[in-house]
């Protein structure tokens, strides 16, 4: 997982305490990022992951 290139989209989209998956799943694309990889980041960063569609964040 590449953490800085997650904060920098996270950072350009305004992510900061909680996102909506389907920001997740617009970030992963638009910035090609495993969507695995943002809901590590999440994870270990404090980042709240709202309104889950599919249940691949947790």
Do not use: W
């Amino acid at each position: 997982m590449d953490e800085e290139k997650i904060r920098k989209a996270f950072e350009a989209e305004g992510i900061e305490k909680e996102i909506k998956c389907p920001e997740a799943f617009a970030i992963s694309e638009k910035y090609t990022i495993a969507k695995k990889d943002i809901a590590g980041y999440c994870n270990s960063h404090g980042v709240k992951i709202r309104a889950c569609q599919l249940g691949c964040f947790k």
